[in-house]
């Protein structure tokens, strides 16, 4: 496999303690940025029900060859979870731009397991998990500021909508891009990442990196930990929730399988 973005559930105390060992828990917030400070007291027993609740843990994926359409048993079982109540694996499609992308969107919906709590929209965001174009330079298209009908390439920005240059090519020719578009306008949402409120506008993609701490509802709310694998990294994936299951071998399109190559002789 080339490269693998898994979002991985934490509880509150968890994303807490993440962020304050990276350095990146805030030490001065305003507490309408928090969600939870907004909430009738009716609901507040209802967000403290959703945060209990398991999550599913999601797995994006991107192949090595586009043309394999299945994995074999012996990648499934040390690299890939199957697709269960606990995990949720998404494969990575061509789109008419011509980009290769795995995309889901995050919010109350079957892709997260958040199934009941209203006040999470059904698409808060959408992480992405895509291969540079354009000879391997990194390309997210964006809207332009200035005039919402353009679109503008190559510039990533982060949480607060400053534009970040992008990778060098020559980092990138085979590197997988991970990245987080918002589906709510800012003002809208709690949706912080990295102890970030975010603020950049809808059509904006902001990279993230492996190890960051997404959170749904403010700091440490509904949070998910990135796990970024490219192709020859050493790290191992998270331990699976699932037992093994059968899987069926790889095989390319327009490959002949083994009885019907007897039949060709």
């Known amino acids: 496999?080339?490269?693998?973005?898994?979002?991985?559930?934490?509880?509150?105390?968890?994303?807490?303690?993440?962020?304050?060992?990276?350095?990146?828990?805030?030490?001065?917030?305003?507490?309408?940025?928090?969600?939870?400070?907004?909430?009738?007291?009716?609901?507040?027993?209802?967000?403290?029900?959703?945060?209990?609740?398991?999550?599913?843990t999601i797995t994006l994926i991107l192949p090595k060859e586009i043309n394999i359409i299945e994995l074999d048993s012996d990648e499934v079982d040390d690299e890939i979870p199957v697709r269960d109540e606990n995990n949720e694996v998404i494969y990575s499609k061509k789109y008419q731009d011509g980009s290769i992308a795995a995309r889901v969107p995050l919010g109350?919906?079957?892709?997260?397991?958040?199934?009941?709590?209203?006040?999470?929209?059904r698409a808060l965001c959408e992480v992405s998990l895509h291969k540079p174009i354009e000879g391997g330079k990194v390309v997210i298209d964006l809207l332009d500021s200035a005039d919402n009908r353009k679109l503008k390439?190559?510039?990533?920005?982060?949480?607060?909508?400053?534009?970040?240059?992008?990778?060098?090519?020559?980092?990138n020719d085979k590197a997988a891009v991970a990245s987080l578009g918002m589906r709510k306008s800012a003002g809208d949402h709690y949706v912080w990442l990295d102890g970030q409120l975010i603020k950049a506008p809808l059509g904006r993609e902001i990279e993230i990196q492996d190890g960051s701490i997404l959170s749904l509802f403010g700091v440490t709310g509904l949070s998910y930990q990135i796990k970024l694998y490219q192709d020859g990294d050493k790290k191992k994936s998270p331990k699976k929730k699932s037992p093994k299951k059968q899987s069926p071998k790889k095989r390319k399109l327009n490959t002949p399988t083994k009885n019907e190559e007897t039949l060709i002789k």
């Open 1 to 56: 496999m080339t490269a693998k973005l898994v979002l991985l559930p934490l509880s509150k105390g968890e994303s807490r303690k993440l962020l304050k060992d990276s350095g990146n828990y805030p030490q001065n917030f305003e507490p309408g940025q928090e969600g939870i400070a907004n909430l009738p007291t009716a609901e507040l027993e209802k967000a403290a029900q959703a945060y209990k609740r398991p999550r599913k």
């Open 153 to 171: 390439s190559d510039t990533p920005v982060d949480y607060n909508n400053n534009k970040r240059p992008s990778p060098k090519s020559g980092d």
């Open 108 to 121: 109350r919906n079957e892709s997260t397991g958040i199934d009941q709590w209203t006040k999470i929209s």
